[in-house]
C-alpha cells in the first residue's frame, strides 16, 4: 500500500508525526517531489486563479502524486486546539481540489479537529488505521513513534536547527539576529522562498522563525490584541513578532507572505505598525509564482547591510 503525502501546507508543520505514522502502519510513504517549476505550473493550471501560492502549490503536489499511489492523504485541517481554527482555505482544501482537479478519485480525506489533546489524536489515528484494517496495538504503537519523532523535530527547532531545511544549528555569535516570520509553508519550501532562509544566513545573520519560539513564551503574547485573530498559524506568526518586538532580542524583523493571503493582510498591517512604534526595522517579503531571485537578493542584502550599519552607528554613540 503506497500513500502519497503532497508536500505543500500542513506537511511543512506535521511531516514528522504524518511520515512516521503511515510508514510504522506499514504503508510505503511516497512524498510527492520537492518543489519545481514543474509542480507549481501544474498547480496554477488547475487550481483557482485567485488562490494563494501554497494552495496553488498544494494542487501542483497533488498532481506530482497521481498515477504514482494507492491514496493520496488531504488533510481537512480545522484545529488542532481550542482558541482557534485553520484559515479557510485548509477547511475546503479536500473540496477545491475533487472540483479542480480532473480524476482524483484516490484521495484520503481525514478531518482533523482536535481540541482535546492527545487522547483525540490518537482516536483520529485510530480511525484512520481502521480504514486500512490495522489493528488497535498497532496503531497505538504508530501513534506513539510518530509523536516521539515530532517531538524530537521540535526539539530540533528550539535548539537553533531548522530542520525542514536541512539545517541542524546555526552560529549563535553572528554579528546580526533575524527575526524572520511566516508560516511554515512559506518559510520553508526551499523553492517558493526562493531559499530566503539560507541567503540571510550566508549573509551572516542568525535566523529566528516562529517554530523556533516555544510555544509557552507565545502564548504570553496571546492578549496584546484585543480580539484574537481566528486562525492558528497567523497567532503563531503575530505572537512570535510580539515577541521579538517587546523583547528586543532581535535586530530586524522580515515578514514572508503570500500574495492574496487574507488573513495576511491583517497580520502584516500590524506588525507593521508595531515595529514602526518601537523603531524596529521591518521588512516585508511578498511571494508568489512569479517572484524572481534577483530582487529578493537585493532587498535582503540591503535589509542586512542596513542593520549592520545601524548596529555600528549605535556602537559609536
Ligand atoms: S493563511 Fe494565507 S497563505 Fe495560508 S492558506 Fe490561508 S490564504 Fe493561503
Redesign the pocket.
Known amino acids: 500500500m503506497k500513500i502519497g503525502i503532497p508536500r505543500a501546507l500542513a506537511y511543512f508543520a506535521y511531516y514528522p508525526f504524518i511520515n512516521t505514522f503511515f510508514e510504522k502502519l506499514g504503508m510505503e510513504v511516497v512524498v510527492s517531489d520537492p518543489t519545481s517549476k514543474e509542480v507549481i505550473d501544474a498547480g496554477v493550471e488547475d487550481a483557482v486563479t485567485d488562490a494563494?501560492v501554497?494552495?496553488k502549490l498544494f494542487h501542483g503536489h497533488v498532481k506530482n502524486l497521481m498515477g504514482r499511489v494507492d491514496y493520496i492523504f488531504v488533510p481537512r485541517l480545522v484545529r488542532v486546539n481550542s482558541e482557534a481554527t485553520f484559515?479557510p482555505?485548509?477547511l475546503g482544501l479536500p473540496d477545491m481540489l475533487v472540483c479542480s482537479i480532473d480524476n482524483l478519485t484516490n484521495m484520503l480525506e481525514v478531518r482533523i479537529e482536535i481540541i482535546k489533546g492527545k487522547r483525540q489524536l490518537f482516536l483520529k489515528c485510530l480511525e484512520v488505521a481502521r480504514r486500512f484494517n490495522k489493528n488497535f496495538f498497532m496503531t497505538w504503537k504508530a501513534y506513539r513513534q510518530a509523536l516521539r519523532s515530532f517531538e524530537s523535530h521540535i526539539m530540533q527547532f528550539l535548539q537553533g536547527g531548522i530542520p525542514p531545511l536541512g539545517i541542524l544549528s546555526q552560529d549563535k555569535s553572528s554579528d546580526i539576529k533575524l527575526g524572520v516570520v511566516g508560516?511554515p509553508y512559506l518559510l520553508y519550501d526551499s523553492y517558493v522562498s526562493l531559499d530566503l532562509i539560507k541567503k540571510l544566513i550566508g549573509m551572516g545573520a542568525y535566523v529566528v522563525t516562529p517554530e523556533m519560539v516555544p510555544e509557552e513564551i507565545k502564548k504570553r503574547y496571546a492578549g496584546k490584541l484585543r480580539k484574537m485573530l481566528f486562525?492558528t498559524?497567523?497567532n503563531s506568526v503575530l505572537r512570535t513578532a510580539f515577541h521579538f518586538l517587546e523583547t528586543g532580542c532581535v535586530d530586524g524583523i522580515i515578514h514572508v507572505t503570500?500574495f492574496g493571503?487574507?488573513?495576511?493582510f491583517i497580520v502584516d498591517k500590524v506588525i507593521e505598525l508595531e515595529a514602526k512604534e518601537r523603531k524596529m526595522p521591518f521588512l516585508t517579503i511578498t511571494l508568489d509564482e512569479h517572484t524572481g531571485q534577483e530582487g529578493i537578493n537585493t532587498r535582503l542584502e540591503a535589509f542586512v547591510d542596513m542593520l549592520r550599519r545601524r548596529k555600528r552607528k549605535e556602537a559609536v554613540i
Open positions: 494563494c501554497p494552495v484559515c482555505k485548509f508560516y486562525w498559524f497567523s503570500a493571503c487574507g488573513p495576511d
